[in-house]
């Protein structure tokens, strides 16, 4: 999948990529919030039956502030549904008073 929105450019992970994606799956306070799957946009989410969807994505914390998730679950959903899914989720903790530890 490639998405493109006013400001972002929404795309695989490549090669080129890795120190950055390191970076980010190793800080606690990113990966408290993510599942042990691909870390990708539109994932079926683990042991489900009924072919359940999860958006979610890591972001680094120096991208956190700017609006960026907003827009990109904007340009997400939207190609998602338009692709025929009939409901997405966003997963997380069940916690609200911030990531597990």
Do not use: K
């Not at 998405?3 to 090669?15: D, F, I």
């Not at 799957?37 to 979610?56: R, T």
């Not at 340009?75 to 338009?82: D, M, Y």
């Amino acid at each position: 999948m490639r998405l493109e929105t006013v400001r972002l450019l929404l795309r695989r992970w490549v090669h080129d990529d890795a120190e950055r994606l390191l970076d980010i799956q190793s800080r606690v306070e990113v990966v408290a919030w993510l599942g042990d799957g691909e870390p990708a946009v539109l994932v079926p989410l683990p042991d489900n039956e009924h072919g359940e969807v999860e958006i979610g994505w890591p972001l680094h914390p120096d991208c956190w502030g700017h609006g960026y998730a907003s827009e990109a679950a904007t340009a997400v959903l939207a190609h998602g549904f338009a692709g025929g899914l009939p409901e997405i989720l966003a997963v997380s903790p069940p916690t609200t008073t911030g990531p597990r530890r």
